[in-house]
């Protein structure tokens, strides 16, 4: 199994920053993708970022240019810097590891963590 721990939302004022962090555990083989996704009252989960082993990188066109996606594999852990923070970007923000293998007899899967509330308000 695989264990996601995230942590460092909170209140922000509007155009503040914020910095997540997500630590993996367990026993896996690697995590190709890791990435932050995030859901707000009412909406679906949607990608924020995302960033796979040799470090390449997406972001939604929303946080484009604002956030900064970075993992550190030896570590196990994934960094989303978010700043310029807006309303809009109020939401339960998960991490998300992608296509982890746990055992040559399983096929890859996801996993998730409990999600870090982030509200930005005056």
């Known amino acids: 199994q695989v264990q996601l721990v995230e942590s460092g939302g909170g209140l922000v004022q509007p155009g503040g920053s914020l910095r997540l962090s997500c630590a993996a555990s367990?026993?896996?083989?690697?995590?190709?993708?890791m990435g932050w996704y995030r859901q707000a009252p009412g909406k679906e989960r949607e990608l924020v970022a995302s960033?796979?082993?040799?470090?390449?990188?997406n972001y939604t066109d929303s946080v484009n240019g604002r956030f900064t996606i970075a993992r550190d594999n030896a570590k196990k852990t994934v960094i989303l810097q978010m700043s310029s923070l807006k309303p809009e970007d109020t939401a339960l923000y998960y991490c998300?590891?992608?296509?982890?293998?746990?055992?040559?007899?399983?096929?890859?899967?996801?996993?998730w963590g409990q999600g870090t509330q982030v509200t930005v308000s005056s």
């Open positions: 998300n590891a992608d296509g982890v293998k746990i055992s040559i007899f399983q096929p890859p899967r996801a996993y």
């Open positions: 367990g026993r896996f083989f690697s995590i190709p993708t």
């Open positions: 960033i796979d082993s040799g470090g390449v990188t």
